[in-house]
């Protein structure tokens, strides 16, 4: 398998521009803070280096070797560069998918952290999405077979997987959740019978990372010579995962990684090896157990660690990711155009680049880091954030007794409607919820969050709205029950006029705060 990916790039803008930056402006700011020209010179570069090369080769590949097979799995921000900056290797994609025997994953659209968002796997669940839409328009392909960026994984993401109608998907195969059982099988989800084919890193690597050091044992690595590894290798199958620009990007086409390629499928059918796609090897072979990985051990293939740690394992890097995360439900809210902003800021990448990381796992961080230090990444990548937060809260703001209304809370956001002995009764995602849920909450309930000030607070602090807030202060009435119908009213009221109190609501004014 070959992921593709090319991430964003951001500007360093100046301390001057961020310090006159207002929220009336926020939108043609917002569309400045890419480096678009840096972007188009290093898709070129790696297209002429890797991409067109070798997708030629493997046109070739699959028209003298009848029975080679491969797969891809391209984020759809690579998407949209090569429609921009080759339309001739898309339309080398097209013949390939149009051949039958090359798979397309479907992953998340921008290559991003969206599964370890701490606000659910809503948005992880809409990007799955919006790539396979992307497939389908851009390539003429449905994908059947699903993976998640940099193959972060647990028992969560796989359900979700299933429940989205997926078969097959895969992962690392990690030591510590394999304990001494084999990657070169197929396992079945912890939870659901989604297939999962896991990644033999130790090979990947040989080819990823090893292939052009001469320090490495095993130097030179020639086609026969990894031909015989597979074949000696154990299990039903051997499962190969490396990024697309190791040909010809990461190593040279001097080092003779392009003849490597070429040459692989001829060593291979010589010694019996037969080639299957995901789907293929995820519906024919049966599975020999469970991978069983809980959401506090999460996954990836990334670093030693072989975890989330390498974009989420310093503070800064949750700093930021924090940050981003507490903007959804605004962003969602306001729809448009800053969804698509939002978006681009949770890549990978750009929290790889803020690793503080040392030995093995820092030397990868640092090779493919474009910025001086982890501290310049996140600076850069901070100062961008803030723009995008003024604008949001700014448009926020502006329309707030409209927006307020259509702000949708993760369960971390949401309002928490308790008993009187401390048990959880619901939990309110919106206004337009509680409004709803009044009908059946008891009178008693409502009031006593209302003298307690529980409702204000989360009206004032998580959906921006301090009036509203203070007009709750005021429904209370000795009366749980008229508690409970000025409450009523007065969300009826904002919800159709968005002005003012209802003249209807009824106060005792011993009650009166």
Not at 171 to 194: F, N, W
Not at 327 to 353: C, N, Q
Request: aromatic share 12%.
């Amino acid at each position: 398998m070959f992921e593709v990916h090319q991430p964003i790039r951001l500007k360093d803008l100046k301390e001057a521009l961020v310090e006159s930056f207002s929220s009336e402006r926020s939108v043609n700011l917002l569309n400045n803070i890419y480096d678009a020209e840096l972007e188009e010179k290093i898709f070129k570069k790696v297209s002429k280096r890797c991409y067109l090369d070798a997708t030629l080769l493997i046109k070739n590949l699959l028209t003298e070797h009848p029975s080679f097979k491969v797969v891809f799995s391209l984020s759809g921000l690579w998407l949209e560069q090569t429609e921009k900056f080759s339309p001739t290797l898309l339309d080398m994609l097209k013949e390939l998918a149009s051949t039958g025997r090359v798979e397309f994953l479907c992953q998340t659209y921008y290559h991003g952290l969206s599964s370890l968002n701490p606000n659910g796997l809503g948005e992880f669940r809409e990007q799955i999405l919006l790539h396979k839409k992307a497939m389908e328009e851009k390539l003429g392909y449905t994908p059947t077979a699903v993976e998640n960026t940099e193959l972060i994984y647990n028992n969560d993401i796989g359900r979700k997987f299933w429940d989205m109608g997926f078969k097959v998907a895969i992962a690392e195969g990690v030591e510590r959740i394999l304990k001494g059982r084999s990657p070169h099988h197929v396992y079945s989800t912890y939870g659901c019978d989604l297939r999962l084919l896991l990644r033999d890193y130790k090979m990947s690597d040989d080819i990823g990372f090893r292939f052009s050091n001469r320090m490495w044992d095993q130097y030179p690595l020639t086609a026969d010579k990894y031909a015989s590894w597979v074949d000696s290798a154990d299990g039903d199958l051997v499962f190969i995962a490396v990024d697309y620009e190791t040909f010809g990007e990461h190593h040279d086409r001097s080092t003779g990684i392009l003849e490597f390629l070429k040459w692989l499928p001829v060593n291979l059918e010589r010694r019996g090896v037969s080639f299957s796609t995901v789907t293929e090897a995820g519906k024919n072979l049966e599975p020999v157990g469970v991978f069983d990985v809980p959401p506090w051990d999460t996954i990836s293939w990334a670093d030693v660690e072989k975890d989330k740690s390498a974009w989420l394992g310093s503070e800064m890097q949750w700093r930021a990711f924090n940050t981003y995360s507490w903007l959804e439900p605004y962003i969602k809210a306001l729809g448009k155009h800053h969804i698509e902003h939002w978006r681009r800021f949770g890549v990978s990448d750009l929290y790889h680049y803020m690793a503080m990381k040392h030995d093995a796992s820092g030397e990868v961080h640092t090779y493919f880091n474009p910025f001086k230090t982890p501290v310049a990444a996140f600076g850069v990548y901070m100062k961008a954030l803030s723009l995008l937060e003024c604008a949001v809260i700014g448009e926020y703001l502006r329309g707030r007794d409209s927006n307020a209304w259509k702000v949708r809370c993760p369960r971390p956001l949401a309002f928490r409607v308790y008993d009187g002995e401390g048990n959880e009764l619901t939990s309110i995602d919106g206004l337009k919820h509680l409004l709803d849920s009044l009908k059946d909450l008891p009178p008693e309930i409502v009031a006593r969050h209302i003298e307690r000030g529980d409702l204000q607070k989360w009206i004032k602090e998580v959906l921006l709205w301090g009036e509203l807030a203070e007009e709750v202060d005021r429904t209370a009435g000795e009366d749980p029950e008229i508690t409970a119908e000025n409450l009523l009213k007065l969300l009826k009221s904002k919800r159709s006029n968005g002005e003012g109190v209802s003249k209807n609501i009824r106060r005792e004014p011993k009650a009166i705060r």
